[in-house]
């Protein structure tokens, strides 16, 4: 892929504003524990022309595969959205894309009490601040603040709008979010200023010794999705609900006006506020800022962003970012645009004039509006002046000019803390939202059963696993051979599957192996050498041929463009490639398996293959178990090697795991876990070796 200037643009000011936010650990691109290592040249065998003749990166081979696949899926968007005329396809379109998103997210927990505490109050400048806690689920704290107008100006009961946080350290500590909500209080709007997970003071993935968050907002988002993902659920589901709860509490008190609610925030507290109003019927007013652009033009830049801002399936299903508004048409909606931001600001407009489109189909087209701030990526002055005067309007039926007085200064953080150690970690028996996560996989874990045919039929489902029927003939290049020690040879081969995706191959043999043999599909992530002394070696010395493919993705292919973004060290170093699939409703795992049962097809009617075995080494044990399991007739042996636990396992060690993102299956844990596939396989299957999830692979 040719990345565009406007792709590095948008990935060198994401980096430079979550780090100047506190949001970003300074680390190297790709750590070198996870590079594939450096393959001799004799026997590396792609050369970045393959597909059409002209120089292409090799490591953007998967990507490259996926862009014509959104622009299909962006397409299928466009003609459904555009054949929305009446309000009663209007209300079906709404319909289904609530049914869809809320699916795609897991659905929700149980209401449960909120136990609400006031812990301190102070006041300044007329406002009443009250800190405060409650419980958005059994003793998972959430702190927040809430600004009270200067009842002798603004009677009581107040509107009140919930101000959301986007990335950065201080949560709601940070000036800019802190001006927000107090200018919405001194224009007789009360406002709860919410810390988000992994931010101020709700860090998740916490050092109970040090007292320190291990990791924070961008990078905990992402370290908590790995293990949501495999539960059919997303990052997004702890911060929906923590908001939704937060309208909850305002509910609860007879001083706010419980028909008058809104919500505002902006960057990430921008995409909470675009998921809440789509979402809940109770956010009579919503303003959404530095965030609203198009989910198919930050896959086509491959710039997906963090765990909750990529929802399973969106762009299969056809939810873009317009669509946050077009779930709540015509309730009043505001989006702030600047025009300097890294979310493209062409697709900030685009998307508000989807949306005001749909508006105006049903006859509330100046219900929705749009500003723009000539400025970069930040809640500045401008922005707050018109959050806090579309608030008025629609809440307030006030039509006011809002000027942001220079007196209204942010408070230090350590004055805004609502917490007795600043944490609410550290809180009396609080819970984490990865205990939340170790709860839902030990109850899934109860309710999972023998792996049987109707199961075998999910998992393909699940995984994404094709028929053989969408595959053609194996397309095959032979590039010479390499004499090796011991009379070993190494034969270079392109296995190409299907078009734009080629697998990098090296087929071992010794000098005396009959001419028909058992052949050994080799898979291992750090490529086709890996493994060769220990494990590839052996198998050629006892009379076996050893095919060692690279699947796609891997060895040669492995992507690492933006890999601090998705914290490689612990997730692999193909978090962007992972997203853009994922949004797709597709799988690595399910790529790789497809890989796997191609190019078996294709060994099976070889002269020279007596009988196929299968052999994973590391992660590549994942996708070998999948075809091993869906295909189980297929193979004489199974071999398993440094094979990961369990799925269940990379739960339970959810703040340490080390799992891939592309080892991952979305919603996997509700039908089957890695124990139960390798049970299936009964007698054919041999496990050398297993590892934990806190392995570095």
């Excluded at 603040?145 to 350290?169: F, M, Q, R």
């Excluded at 809104?262 to 009579?284: E, H, N, P």
């Excluded at 790789?592 to 070889?606: G, H, N, P, S, Y």
Aim: glycine share 8%; aromatic share 8%.
């Amino acid at each position: 892929m040719k990345k565009t200037p406007g792709s590095l643009i948008f990935a060198f000011f994401t980096f430079i504003y979550a780090l100047l936010a506190g949001g970003v650990t300074l680390q190297a691109e790709v750590p070198e524990s996870l590079k594939t290592p450096l393959l001799p040249e004799n026997l590396r065998v792609l050369t970045g022309t393959e597909n059409s003749g002209s120089a292409v990166k090799r490591s953007d081979m998967v990507f490259n595969w996926l862009h014509p696949r959104i622009v299909e899926a962006e397409k299928r968007r466009r003609t459904v959205y555009e054949a929305v005329k009446t309000p009663e396809q209007a209300a079906e379109y709404q319909k289904r894309l609530r049914a869809e998103f809320i699916s795609a997210i897991g659905g929700f927990p149980e209401r449960t009490p909120l136990n609400p505490r006031i812990m301190s109050t102070m006041k300044r400048n007329g406002i009443t601040m009250e800190k405060l806690v409650f419980e958005s689920r059994p003793k998972h704290y959430v702190s927040a603040i809430l600004y009270l107008p200067d009842e002798t100006k603004y009677p009581k009961p107040w509107s009140g709008v919930v101000v959301a946080c986007g990335h950065n350290v201080k949560g709601k500590g940070l000036d800019i979010y802190q001006k927000t909500a107090a200018l919405h209080a001194l224009n007789g709007i009360a406002a709860l200023h919410v810390d988000p997970i992994d931010q101020g003071e709700r860090l998740q993935n916490f050092d109970f010794e040090t007292k320190k968050g291990r990791v924070f907002s961008v990078q905990g988002h992402n370290q908590l999705g790995v293990g949501a993902i495999l539960m059919g659920q997303n990052t997004a589901r702890f911060e929906i609900w923590d908001l939704m709860r937060a309208l909850d509490y305002l509910q609860t008190r007879d001083d706010i006006r419980h028909d008058s609610l809104g919500m505002a925030g902006l960057s990430g507290g921008g995409t909470q506020t675009s998921y809440v109003m789509a979402l809940d019927d109770r956010v009579k007013a919503a303003c959404s800022l530095c965030y609203t652009c198009s989910i198919y033009g930050l896959m086509k830049a491959n710039d997906t962003q963090d765990a909750e801002q990529n929802i399973f399936g969106q762009a299969a299903f056809g939810m873009d970012h317009a669509d946050y508004c077009v779930m709540r048409a015509p309730r009043p909606t505001f989006l702030g645009t600047a025009t300097g931001d890294f979310f493209p600001i062409e697709m900030g407009w685009q998307s508000f004039r989807d949306a005001k489109r749909m508006f105006q189909r049903l006859g509330y087209g100046e219900n929705i509006d749009l500003a723009e701030t000539d400025n970069h990526h930040t809640y500045d002055k401008t922005l707050r002046e018109a959050t806090v005067r579309f608030m008025l309007r629609f809440l307030e039926k006030r039509e006011t000019p809002i000027f942001e007085p220079e007196s209204l200064q942010a408070l230090p953080y350590e004055e805004i803390l609502v917490t007795p150690e600043g944490q609410t970690v550290l809180l009396p028996g609080a819970r984490t939202t990865y205990d939340l996560n170790r709860d839902e996989a030990k109850r899934l874990t109860a309710k999972r059963k023998p792996i049987d045919a109707e199961t075998v039929a999910k998992i393909r489902e699940l995984a994404k696993v094709r028929d053989a029927s969408a595959f053609g003939e194996m397309k095959v290049r032979e590039l010479g051979e390499e004499k090796l020690a011991d009379g070993i040879s190494a034969k270079k081969l392109i296995l190409e599957p299907e078009s734009g995706i080629y697998l990098p191959s090296l087929l071992f043999k010794a000098e005396n192996t009959p001419e028909k043999a058992d052949v050994v599909l080799f898979i291992a992530d750090k490529g086709k050498t890996a493994g060769y002394d220990e494990s590839i070696l052996p198998l050629v010395k006892s009379g076996k041929i050893v095919l060692s493919v690279e699947l796609r993705g891997w060895g040669e292919t492995q992507q690492s463009f933006r890999a601090s973004y998705y914290r490689p060290s612990h997730l692999g170093t193909d978090g962007a490639d992972f997203y853009v699939a994922y949004c797709l409703a597709k799988t690595h795992v399910g790529f790789r398996t497809d890989d796997i049962l191609a190019v078996t097809r294709w060994l099976k009617k070889q002269a020279f293959c007596a009988n196929v075995e299968l052999y994973g080494l590391s992660e590549g044990c994942v996708p070998v178990l999948h075809a091993a399991v869906l295909e189980k007739d297929a193979f004489q042996r199974v071999t398993l090697e440094k094979c990961l636990i369990s799925w269940t396992n990379t739960v339970e060690n959810g703040e340490h795991s080390r799992t891939p993102l592309t080892s991952t299956v979305h919603g996997a844990l509700r039908v089957y876990d890695l124990p139960e596939m390798r049970d299936y396989l009964g007698e054919k299957l041999t496990v050398k070796s297993t590892k934990d999830a806190l392995e570095v692979n």
